[in-house]
């Protein structure tokens, strides 16, 4: 590899490609399966049911504290079959690379793939390079889609939320978003924090493995966890009650949030679930998620309601669903599906 | 009884508008036996209807006493009908029937305690002495104790409540005040007064039934007296009642109902109180005056004197009743008990009473037995009920009078009963804005304004606007066949019409321009006027938020066509609670240097590093949405000239602008007395731009600002320049306006001066709140009217 930059001969299909996946991406995160570069992973057998999933992923910076777009490739994709209750098993990995990326960059981030899907116990089995002319990608992009098994007979589900179910949080939210962005504006936020990129599925397998009766989980991304929870209640068709001092937001991020002008509750995660469990099983399942450094400041933050509001009924059949922020004072709000870029509401 | 005159002619009469629950029957009637008339009058839906045959000229004296202010009088003769089963000697008073709902009625509104009651009240001799529920054919609730139209004994809650044969007596004799008086009741039938107390210290509270009135008021006093909290159940909800003299008593208060800033209001005996301290404490003025005491008994903001040296026996007002505002807001009892009350702490105790809605803030009033009983300890000390149950809650009216024009701020009791005549033909529903939320409803010609309800943030509130659709919607048998919402995506109000609305469309309506539309329809409007809606913020149709929105409307069309230059606002929401950010973002849109900005605003509320970093989300345009809201230049000034670095509730830096700045009216030595915020007009596509660069530029580099002397007054006064060029500008005669802004009573006596030099009339509403309380109504027309925006 004689350039110390990415080529569009490097996604040509010809020389430099192979070359690029044989020196880097072999044997980086090489396996058998990979290594036959074969044009599809002949998978075996499975005993559980399979999950399957995918996720594409764009971030400016791809390097930000506490990460970089490689392990979040492999995260991300691992949370979402580790919510669904599976244990990750394959992964297929494409990348889109913007002409002239430096390869010094690249390495650093197929390096950090492989420590991920490593950590995650799942094996990269098929994959894909592409280059695109500069200013066409910011960077690189990567797509993965991976398939998890699940070794219990019904999978997680928003179907499945109860009334009365407790809603727990694995961890302090909001950390991924604001490092993410202060890292990206340059805004001096005068303190040191860090992405909260985790694994998901060991805390959720540790709960299932140990009875934990858990009838529904979701990894808090994009929307944060009022996204989360404004999906869910209208997936579950409940009524969610949140209680606003307990839900877990670190003095930095509540801070930031605050200077910002951003709702913690819609800043993004990257390591973070809420889960959905009999309220009777909160305390044991609270004790097996501070185990791991990931669910450290698991909480619970509120409850299913018995039913969805009844009385929006007024000129039509349609119940409507929602969720409740209740305050330190017992008022409670109706959380509303902010817009994209939280534009205020109040005069 | 002498033989009637022949019949000459038989008239059939119809009368709309203010015409049940103002005892105008039982006088028709006494009218018609004077003048020797034959024939019936009933309640009819919300009209009354009469049939009635006599002389010519005895017709033509009837017609003549018909005709009142309130009422559309129609008439017709008819040929004489010998079948017709009415037609008996004499004149009778038939029961109310109702009428197919093709259109919204118009409801009997609730009234306040009138002279003559109050007198028969007051009187030991009268059989009435004491008794709470006292009420004629001149007042008394209505609206808030109507389960059906039309308004009649048997459709209010005293329906539950037979009257006594004494009751029966005085209802059936045409002498009497209280004949034909629908909730005519006395101690022996009518409703009971209740206090519910724990038995113990901290016990929950129950009701005693074992004691009399006169009993419960003596506790009540007692309890005010030791500086307690006492919850009365009032016409349409529950008050929360404290001695206004007590500073730690009023403070208390503020805690449990988690409202720490927000002015509270008075309730006091009688004018005669208000008038003693006119001149001294505040101002008043003859159309105040009328207000205190008209039926609707509204919350009437006086504007406070500062004059010191105040004797301090006519200051008996806590510091912590309404600090930091320029108003002092006075209402007069609205019910015996009120008066009740008023008048014996102030016999005992010498003091007026603070009077506020009993409700956690962000919540609604609150008005069933059960609720307030389980709130007793934690938001009051005793209860003060009855056993009558309340139909439609709404809270105390507020409003100020200014140079003879009505503002009405929040319109509720006495008030929200009434309709308008709207162009609108289908059964449309209105769902408001999320702030100061209220609905409306149009069906067949007529639309109804809910009354306020609050902020829709807040789950409790929302399904009060549930519970009050239902209601007044079910008085109405009124079903929508549409649904119209503010068009900000981010509305809690719009986001629950669309999830709730099943098979119906939900049209939306930019903010600004049903605020307008609003205006269109309550103000005497030209063809061809300029409407200036100028507030806090609302979605526009660009996706930025607008707020000092000019329109031009001509033929029937309306055209976005100038509003202030934009700018940003650094942290979104948190720009609109915390001024100092406006100060930077302005500074920044103005391209006055960083170290220059962040130097001078540095304060000790606000730091140099948060400066720096919000300077630095200004120039990342990283959640700074655009804005051209005129509230947020107020802010921005507030704090440069004033350091108020946080809105400690809605509009309250602008309000501490006023203030300085009326202050600054009276000391008229002031070094900024002549200069001016001069705004100029920019062309930019299409748009007029009003370009406050230069003006903040100067605001902002003044070396004397540090005290704000003089500059407040030349902000306000630069506003309103502002809209009197854009008149020139556009050539109208006629300013409409609406929006919050407008609520400034400064800002409109400066443009009142300003339109009498210029020969321009401005115009605002006295039926509904320039503020999103009217929003409703305006979002009603733009569903079904051609008044539609032509851009």
């Given at each position: 590899?004689?350039?110390?930059?990415?080529?569009?001969?490097?996604?040509?299909?010809?020389?430099?490609?192979?070359?690029?996946?044989?020196?880097?991406?072999?044997?980086?995160?090489?396996?058998?399966?990979?290594?036959?570069?074969?044009?599809?992973?002949?998978?075996?057998?499975?005993?559980?049911?399979?999950?399957?999933?995918?996720?594409?992923?764009?971030?400016?910076?791809?390097?930000?504290?506490?990460?970089?777009?490689?392990?979040?490739?492999?995260?991300?994709?691992?949370?979402?079959?580790?919510?669904?209750?599976?244990?990750?098993?394959?992964?297929?990995?494409?990348?889109?690379?913007?002409?002239?990326?430096?390869?010094?960059?690249?390495?650093?981030?197929?390096?950090?793939?492989?420590?991920?899907?490593?950590?995650?116990?799942?094996?990269?089995?098929?994959?894909?390079?592409?280059?695109?002319?500069?200013?066409?990608?910011?960077?690189?992009?990567?797509?993965?889609?991976?398939?998890?098994?699940?070794?219990?007979?019904?999978?997680?589900?928003?179907?499945?939320?109860?009334?009365?179910?407790?809603?727990?949080?694995?961890?302090?939210?909001?950390?991924?978003?604001?490092?993410?962005?202060?890292?990206?504006?340059?805004?001096?936020?005068?303190?040191?924090?860090?992405?909260?990129?985790?694994?998901?599925?060991?805390?959720?397998?540790?709960?299932?493995?140990?009875?934990?009766?858990?009838?529904?989980?979701?990894?808090?991304?994009?929307?944060?966890?009022?996204?989360?929870?404004?999906?869910?209640?209208?997936?579950?068709?409940?009524?969610?009650?949140?209680?606003?001092?307990?839900?877990?937001?670190?003095?930095?991020?509540?801070?930031?949030?605050?200077?910002?002008?951003?709702?913690?509750?819609?800043?993004?995660?990257?390591?973070?679930?809420?889960?959905?469990?009999?309220?009777?099983?909160?305390?044991?399942?609270?004790?097996?998620?501070?185990?791991?450094?990931?669910?450290?400041?698991?909480?619970?933050?509120?409850?299913?309601?018995?039913?969805?509001?009844?009385?929006?009924?007024?000129?039509?059949?349609?119940?409507?669903?929602?969720?409740?922020?209740?305050?330190?004072?017992?008022?409670?709000?109706?959380?509303?599906?902010?817009?994209?870029?939280?534009?205020?509401r109040i005069c | 009884m002498p033989t009637p005159p022949m019949p000459t002619s038989l008239m059939h009469i119809t009368m709309?508008?203010?015409?049940?629950?103002?005892?105008?029957?039982?006088?028709?009637?006494?009218?018609?036996?004077?003048?020797?008339?034959?024939?019936?009058?009933?309640?009819?839906?919300?009209?009354?209807e009469l049939q009635v045959s006599g002389t010519a000229s005895a017709l033509q004296q009837l017609l003549a006493q018909l005709?009142?202010?309130?009422?559309?009088?129609?008439?017709?003769?008819?040929?004489?009908?010998?079948?017709?089963?009415?037609?008996?000697?004499?004149?009778?008073?038939?029961?109310?029937?109702?009428?197919?709902?093709?259109?919204?009625?118009?409801?009997?509104?609730?009234?306040?305690?009138?002279?003559?009651?109050?007198?028969?009240?007051?009187?030991?001799?009268?059989?009435?002495?004491?008794?709470?529920?006292?009420?004629?054919?001149?007042?008394?609730?209505?609206?808030?104790?109507?389960?059906?139209?039309?308004?009649?004994?048997?459709?209010?809650?005293?329906?539950?409540?037979?009257?006594?044969?004494?009751?029966?007596?005085?209802?059936?004799?045409?002498?009497?005040?209280?004949?034909?008086?629908?909730?005519?009741?006395?101690?022996?039938?009518?409703?009971?007064?209740?206090?519910?107390?724990?038995?113990?210290?901290?016990?929950?509270?129950?009701?005693?039934?074992?004691?009399?009135?006169?009993?419960?008021?003596?506790?009540?006093?007692?309890?005010?007296?030791?500086?307690?909290?006492?919850?009365?159940?009032?016409?349409?909800?529950?008050?929360?009642?404290?001695?206004?003299?007590?500073?730690?008593?009023?403070?208390?208060?503020?805690?449990?109902?988690?409202?720490?800033?927000?002015?509270?209001?008075?309730?006091?005996?009688?004018?005669?109180?208000?008038?003693?301290?006119?001149?001294?404490?505040?101002?008043?003025?003859?159309?105040?005056?009328?207000?205190?005491?008209?039926?609707?008994?509204?919350?009437?903001?006086?504007?406070?004197?500062?004059?010191?040296?105040?004797?301090?026996?006519?200051?008996?007002?806590?510091?912590?009743?309404?600090?930091?505002?320029?108003?002092?807001?006075?209402?007069?009892?609205?019910?015996?008990?009120?008066?009740?009350?008023?008048?014996?702490?102030?016999?005992?105790?010498?003091?007026?009473?603070?009077?506020?809605?009993?409700?956690?803030?962000?919540?609604?009033?609150?008005?069933?037995?059960?609720?307030?009983?389980?709130?007793?300890?934690?938001?009051?000390?005793?209860?003060?009920?009855?056993?009558?149950?309340?139909?439609?809650?709404?809270?105390?009216?507020?409003?100020?009078?200014?140079?003879?024009?009505?503002?009405?701020?929040?319109?509720?009791?006495?008030?929200?009963?009434?309709?308008?005549?709207?162009?609108?033909?289908?059964?449309?529903?209105?769902?408001?804005g999320d702030l100061k939320n209220t609905f409306a409803l149009a069906q067949g010609g007529t639309a109804i304004l809910g009354?306020?309800?609050?902020?829709?943030?807040?789950?409790?509130?929302?399904?009060?606007?549930?519970?009050?659709?239902?209601?007044?919607?079910?008085?109405?048998?009124?079903?929508?066949?549409?649904?119209?919402?503010?068009?900000?995506?981010?509305?809690?109000?719009?986001?629950?019409?669309?999830?709730?609305?099943?098979?119906?469309?939900?049209?939306?309506?930019?903010?600004?321009?049903?605020?307008?539309?609003?205006?269109?329809?309550?103000?005497?409007?030209?063809?061809?006027?300029?409407?200036?809606?100028?507030?806090?913020?609302?979605?526009?149709?660009?996706?930025?938020?607008?707020?000092?929105?000019?329109?031009?409307?001509?033929?029937?069309?309306?055209?976005?066509?100038?509003?202030?230059?934009?700018?940003?606002?650094?942290?979104?929401?948190?720009?609109?609670?915390?001024?100092?950010?406006?100060?930077?973002?302005?500074?920044?849109?103005?391209?006055?240097?960083?170290?220059?900005?962040?130097?001078?605003?540095?304060?000790?509320?606000?730091?140099?590093?948060?400066?720096?970093?919000?300077?630095?989300?200004?120039?990342?345009?990283?959640?700074?949405?655009?804005?051209?809201?005129?509230?947020?230049?107020?802010?921005?000034?507030?704090?440069?000239?004033?350091?108020?670095?946080?809105?400690?509730?809605?509009?309250?830096?602008?309000?501490?602008?006023?203030?300085?700045?009326?202050?600054?009216?009276?000391?008229?030595?002031?070094?900024?007395?002549?200069?001016?915020?001069?705004?100029?007009?920019?062309?930019?596509?299409?748009?007029?731009?009003?370009?406050?660069?230069?003006?903040?530029?100067?605001?902002?580099?003044?070396?004397?600002?540090?005290?704000?002397?003089?500059?407040?007054?030349?902000?306000?006064?630069?506003?309103?320049?502002?809209?009197?060029?854009?008149?020139?500008?556009?050539?109208?005669?006629?300013?409409?306006?609406?929006?919050?802004?407008?609520?400034?009573?400064?800002?409109?006596?400066?443009?009142?001066?300003?339109?009498?030099?210029?020969?321009?009339?401005?115009?605002?509403?006295?039926?509904?709140?320039?503020?999103?309380?009217?929003?409703?109504?305006?979002?009603?027309?733009?569903?079904?009217?051609?008044?539609?925006?032509?851009?």
């Open positions: 590899m004689k350039e110390s930059r990415i080529l569009l001969t490097h996604g040509s299909g010809g020389e430099a490609t192979r070359d690029l996946v044989q020196q880097l991406m072999v044997p980086g995160y090489g396996n058998d399966t990979l290594r036959q570069l074969t044009d599809g992973a002949v998978l075996p057998r499975l005993n559980g049911t399979p999950v399957f999933t995918t996720d594409s992923y764009v971030i400016t910076p791809p390097f930000f504290p506490g990460g970089d777009i490689g392990a979040l490739s492999v995260m991300g994709t691992c949370n979402d079959l580790a919510v669904m209750g599976a244990v990750p098993r394959w992964l297929s990995l494409a990348f889109i690379l913007e002409e002239s990326l430096p390869l010094e960059r690249l390495e650093k981030i197929v390096q950090s793939i492989q420590r991920t899907a490593q950590e995650a116990g799942i094996e990269i089995v098929t994959g894909d390079t592409k280059v695109v002319e500069r200013g066409k990608a910011d960077q690189l992009f990567i797509n993965t889609a991976g398939i998890g098994e699940l070794l219990q007979p019904l999978a997680l589900s928003p179907q499945r939320i109860q009334p009365g179910d407790a809603m727990v949080v694995s961890n302090d939210i909001g950390r991924h978003g604001i490092a993410v962005l202060a890292s990206r504006e340059g805004i001096n936020l005068d303190v040191d924090l860090q992405s909260d990129m985790a694994l998901l599925h060991p805390l959720i397998q540790a709960l299932l493995h140990n009875g934990i009766d858990l009838h529904c989980a979701r990894d808090l991304t994009r929307g944060g966890l009022g996204g989360a929870l404004l999906e869910l209640a209208e997936q579950g068709g409940r009524d969610l009650r949140v209680v606003e001092t307990a839900v877990p937001v670190s003095d930095t991020v509540q801070a930031a949030c605050e200077l910002l002008g951003f709702d913690p509750l819609f800043v993004a995660n990257e390591g973070c679930c809420v889960l959905f469990l009999p309220q009777s099983q909160v305390a044991e399942a609270l004790a097996i998620l501070r185990e791991f450094s990931a669910g450290r400041w698991a909480t619970q933050i509120g409850e299913v309601l018995a039913k969805a509001d009844q009385t929006a009924t007024t000129f039509s059949s349609t119940t409507v669903s929602g969720v409740r922020l209740q305050n330190a004072y017992g008022v409670e709000r109706q959380l509303g599906w902010h817009t994209v870029d939280q534009l205020p | 709309r508008g203010e015409v049940q629950g103002i005892g105008l029957r039982p006088r028709i009637k006494r009218w018609a036996d004077a003048l020797g008339l034959q024939g019936w009058v009933r309640n009819q839906g919300d009209q009354v005709q009142g202010p309130q009422r559309v009088v129609q008439f017709a003769r008819v040929a004489p009908d010998q079948s017709d089963p009415f037609t008996q000697p004499g004149f009778s008073i038939l029961p109310g029937v109702s009428m197919p709902a093709d259109r919204l009625y118009q409801v009997p509104a609730d009234r306040g305690i009138c002279a003559a009651c109050l007198q028969e009240f007051h009187d030991i001799a009268s059989s009435r002495y004491h008794y709470p529920f006292i009420s004629c054919n001149d007042c008394g609730p209505r609206f808030s104790l109507l389960t059906r139209l039309p308004f009649a004994r048997a459709n209010t809650r005293y329906g539950q409540l037979p009257p006594c044969p004494q009751c029966q007596a005085e209802f059936a004799d045409p002498e009497n005040r209280r004949f034909h008086s629908e909730l005519i009741s006395c101690a022996g039938c009518g409703p009971r007064l209740l206090l519910g107390a724990p038995s113990a210290p901290g016990d929950v509270a129950v009701i005693d039934a074992a004691l009399a009135p006169d009993q419960i008021v003596v506790r009540a006093v007692t309890c005010l007296e030791q500086g307690g909290i006492v919850a009365v159940k009032s016409v349409s909800g529950m008050q929360l009642l404290v001695r206004a003299d007590a500073q730690s008593a009023v403070q208390r208060l503020r805690r449990l109902k988690q409202r720490p800033h927000k002015p509270l209001a008075l309730l006091v005996p009688s004018l005669q109180w208000v008038e003693q301290r006119a001149g001294v404490l505040f101002d008043l003025d003859s159309s105040a005056s009328r207000w205190l005491t008209a039926p609707q008994r509204p919350i009437v903001l006086l504007p406070k004197l500062h004059r010191p040296g105040i004797d301090p026996l006519i200051n008996d007002v806590a510091n912590a009743v309404a600090a930091d505002v320029p108003d002092l807001g006075v209402m007069l009892p609205a019910t015996a008990l009120q008066a009740w009350l008023a008048q014996a702490v102030m016999t005992q105790l010498g003091v007026p009473l603070v009077c506020t809605s009993a409700n956690i803030s962000d919540e609604p009033i609150l008005f069933r037995n059960e609720d307030l009983l389980s709130r007793v300890g934690d938001l009051c000390d005793l209860a003060l009920l009855h056993d009558l149950e309340i139909d439609i809650p709404q809270d105390d009216s507020v409003l100020f009078t200014h140079r003879g024009h009505t503002t009405l701020l929040r319109r509720a009791r006495g008030f929200a009963h009434a309709t308008f005549a709207v162009p609108v033909q289908e059964s449309v529903l209105a769902v408001g009354p306020h309800l609050g902020d829709m943030e807040s789950v409790a509130t929302l399904q009060r606007q549930e519970f009050l659709l239902q209601k007044i919607a079910g008085l109405h048998d009124f079903i929508p066949n549409r649904i119209v919402a503010d068009a900000h995506p981010g509305y809690v109000s719009r986001q629950r019409a669309q999830r709730s609305a099943g098979n119906l469309s939900v049209a939306t309506v930019q903010h600004h321009h049903a605020h307008l539309l609003a205006n269109h329809l309550t103000c005497d409007l030209p063809e061809r006027y300029l409407a200036l809606v100028w507030d806090g913020s609302g979605y526009g149709t660009d996706a930025t938020l607008w707020g000092s929105e000019c329109f031009l409307v001509e033929a029937g069309k309306v055209r976005r066509v100038a509003a202030l230059a934009p700018f940003g606002l650094p942290g979104g929401v948190q720009a609109l609670r915390q001024p100092w950010r406006m100060a930077l973002a302005l500074s920044f849109a103005a391209n006055i240097p960083a170290v220059e900005v962040i130097q001078r605003l540095t304060s000790t509320t606000v730091s140099a590093a948060q400066l720096n970093a919000v300077w630095q989300m200004l120039e990342n345009n990283l959640n700074c949405p655009q804005s051209c809201a005129m509230g947020r230049l107020f802010d921005a000034a507030s704090y440069r000239l004033l350091g108020v670095a946080d809105n400690l509730y809605e509009g309250y830096a602008a309000l501490q602008l006023q203030t300085r700045a009326q202050q600054e009216t009276i000391a008229s030595a002031s070094p900024g007395h002549d200069s001016i915020f001069a705004i100029h007009n920019l062309e930019s596509d299409g748009l007029l731009r009003g370009d406050w660069h230069a003006a903040w530029r100067d605001l902002f580099l003044q070396e004397s600002v540090a005290s704000g002397e003089g500059y407040a007054l030349a902000f306000h006064r630069g506003i309103a320049q502002w809209a009197c060029q854009l008149a020139r500008h556009f050539g109208v005669r006629h300013l409409s306006l609406s929006g919050g802004c407008f609520q400034n009573r400064l800002l409109q006596s400066l443009l009142l001066d300003l339109a009498q030099a210029e020969r321009l009339e401005v115009i605002w509403p006295d039926a509904i709140p320039l503020n999103d309380g009217g929003l409703a109504l305006g979002q009603l027309l733009a569903a079904d009217y051609s008044l539609r925006n032509s851009t």
